[in-house]
């Protein structure tokens, strides 16, 4: 059986996200998709509610599973038996940390590759960042995220602007 793990910090799930994780399970016995408890990086999200929202959007897919883990990617690859780490690329600025991430792993674990599928076109420009982004100022999300996520960012930004106190006059509004 060929087992794969998907990690990444999922911060929120977004369509590339999504994109990545069908075409990677069409390949694989099983895929395992690794929400990273603990990206160093400010997130929005708890992996608790990380992990819900992977599990959501991708639900429909039977060979694959959603798991949060910590530590170090490869150990969390070799607990799930998988010989191969799958990354995305979006753009041609992502090769050279994927290349490093690649070659460290290497060192740390000869027997598991990793695989590199470019994100396809029309998702290409989406990272979590944006979709954070865009929710935080009141725009439209239905081309960002899946359509499971689209309530829970939209809250979690409302929270955020009610914290801050933030009134985003119209004419900064993204659409």
Not at 23 to 43: E, H, T
Not at 70 to 96: I, N
Request: charged residues 20%; glycine residues 6%; proline residues 6%.
């Amino acid at each position: 059986m060929r087992i794969a793990v998907y990690p990444a910090s999922f911060d929120p799930m977004h369509l590339g996200h999504a994109d990545i994780a069908r075409r990677a399970a069409r390949l694989f016995d099983r895929l395992i998709v690794g929400v990273y408890d603990r990206p160093n990086k400010k997130l929005m999200f708890s992996a608790e509610e990380r992990l819900d929202m992977a599990r959501l959007a991708l639900a429909d897919v039977p060979n694959l599973e959603v798991v949060v883990y910590s530590g170090l990617t490869v150990d969390f690859a070799r607990d799930y038996g998988a010989s191969v780490m799958v990354r995305g690329l979006r753009m041609p600025t992502d090769f050279e940390w994927e290349h490093q991430l690649a070659q460290t792993n290497q060192k740390l674990a000869p027997g598991i590759e990793t695989i590199c599928l470019m994100t396809s076109p029309q998702y290409g420009f989406i990272s979590s960042t944006i979709a954070r982004d865009v929710a935080v100022l009141g725009g439209p999300l239905e081309h960002l995220v899946p359509a499971t996520v689209i309530p829970l960012l939209r809250q979690r930004a409302a929270e955020l602007n009610s914290v801050t106190q933030m009134v985003i006059p119209a004419s900064q509004r993204v659409t």
